[in-house]
């Protein structure tokens, strides 16, 4: 057993899940850092200034990317990748689509820039956020290319580690100088050090790709462009609702509410996604693995992975749970005290991100195993009751209407994705499947011993006739 234990720490697969864990765990600590220091260097209402718009640029970056990362982990073909030779035709489109999509940011950031004395508080800062969004849109591509050549320092260091840090120190720097007062130009420095990161990132990818797949006529008439625009599209819509997911409810809440409740619902998601690390970290590693599994039509092999990857993520997002059920008051209290009166928003936004945990991977299942437009129209649907829901019970329980509301949405989205990966692949993408595999094996490695005793008994039977 210990030597089995030490061959599985040996290998490769196992240091990618660790430094993927290491990563993500401290870039949580330090988006954490990060959410401090900006409520400590500034006042309620300007805190909750730089979240908003912190939230819209986020937002605006994820669904401006038009899924090109989605298409990037489905299509590429790690194992028989040469620089200049293949993938040119993907990598061409990718770079189209992200030309197009941070292009119109930077333009809509012109345009509002030029009317700004025209437009209320607090919009005419609308401009940064916009820019922030076309760093950010670059950022998301980059971490799933560097992913996918399974290099996890590349990928995950650069904006969840180095930008976090840098931003917390340039933060407490220039407020200990007296020369941060606002929100706007607290934004403004967290958006210059993530171009640093991204700049560095895309000096990386081009030492390791070059540019020749901008202006290769092959990789431009090889482009499926019917498939490719279907999937995009579709991702796109997709990548749409998981920006509402993260960051909708914010941006409302600081429109319809007021940006100090805002500050503190942003935050409290922040402290629930604490529960959702490990999910993120094993998917890092893992969803290229089982695309792989998908792309060789290897159904049990997909199976066990997924198993694990649910049973494990669910496990640590339950007892991080109970530990977030003591602490969260004293948390919340260190950030503002006036947010502990909201601890029952933290628990319910807790008790989604254990669901989620508990449901694995099972969007990106979905994406990359064929069935992204069914779950464009499954999220179309959930998403418009799931509107009138969250006016419902936003009017009648405030912040914590609209945490329950985003609990339902999550819950019903995790349901439809399971259903349809056991239907089309045969894959349980639950935490509980990792039991059902077990009792399987466990009957598979009984079976042939029952059949060697059976033989036995029948000779024994025939030498006594």
Wanted: charged share 15%; glycine share 8%; hydrophobic share 55%.
């Amino acid at each position: 057993m210990i030597e089995r234990i030490r061959a599985i720490a040996a290998g490769k697969g196992f240091q990618k899940i660790f430094w993927s864990l290491v990563s993500r765990g401290s870039s949580t600590v330090l988006s954490f850092a990060l959410l401090f220091v900006a409520s400590h260097v500034l006042d309620t209402n300007e805190y909750g200034l730089y979240i908003f718009l912190f939230s819209v640029g986020s937002s605006l970056g994820l669904i401006a990317v038009f899924g090109q990362q989605v298409l990037l982990v489905k299509h590429f073909r790690l194992a028989t990748h040469a620089r200049g030779e293949t993938n040119q035709s993907l990598l061409y489109y990718n770079a189209l689509w992200l030309g197009i999509g941070c292009g119109g940011q930077l333009l809509a950031a012109l345009v509002i820039w030029l009317l700004s004395d025209r437009i209320p508080y607090p919009y005419d800062h609308l401009p940064i956020a916009l820019l922030f969004g076309a760093i950010f849109t670059l950022s998301e591509y980059m971490q799933s290319y560097f992913i996918v050549h399974a290099r996890i320092v590349l990928a995950l260091v650069p904006r969840e580690n180095l930008w976090r840090l840098l931003s917390c120190v340039a933060l407490a720097v220039l407020a200990w100088a007296g020369l941060l007062q606002t929100g706007a130009l607290a934004i403004e420095i967290v958006t210059g050090l993530l171009a640093l990161m991204v700049g560095y990132q895309f000096v990386r990818f081009v030492a390791h790709e070059g540019l020749g797949f901008l202006h290769a006529p092959t990789a431009r008439a090889e482009v499926p462009s019917r498939e490719w625009r279907r999937e995009t599209l579709t991702f796109t819509a997709n990548g749409f609702f998981s920006a509402a997911a993260l960051y909708f409810e914010t941006i409302l809440i600081g429109i319809a509410i007021g940006l100090d409740v805002a500050a503190f619902y942003f935050v409290a998601t922040r402290i629930a996604s604490l529960l959702i690390l490990p999910v993120l970290a094993i998917d890092t590693v893992g969803v290229p693995l089982i695309s792989a599994r998908f792309q060789e039509r290897d159904h049990e092999g997909a199976q066990k992975l997924v198993s694990m990857l649910s049973a494990g993520s669910f496990a640590l997002a339950l007892i991080g749970g109970v530990v977030l059920f003591v602490i969260g008051p004293f948390v919340l209290h260190l950030f503002d005290p006036s947010f502990v009166e909201h601890f029952p928003v933290l628990v319910l936004l807790s008790i989604g991100a254990i669901a989620h945990a508990f449901f694995g991977p099972g969007t990106w299942l979905m994406m990359i195993g064929g069935g992204e437009a069914y779950l464009l129209k499954a999220r179309s649907v959930v998403f418009v009751v799931y509107l009138g829901l969250l006016f419902v019970l936003a009017s009648q329980f405030g912040p914590e209407g609209v945490a329950m509301a985003g609990v339902i949405e999550l819950v019903t989205l995790h349901l439809i994705s399971r259903r349809w990966v056991l239907r089309q692949w045969k894959v349980d993408n639950a935490a509980t499947s990792f039991l059902m595999l077990r009792w399987r094996e466990k009957r598979a490695a009984a079976r042939p011993v029952s059949e060697e005793a059976a033989q036995a008994a029948g000779a024994g039977d025939n030498g006594r006739s």
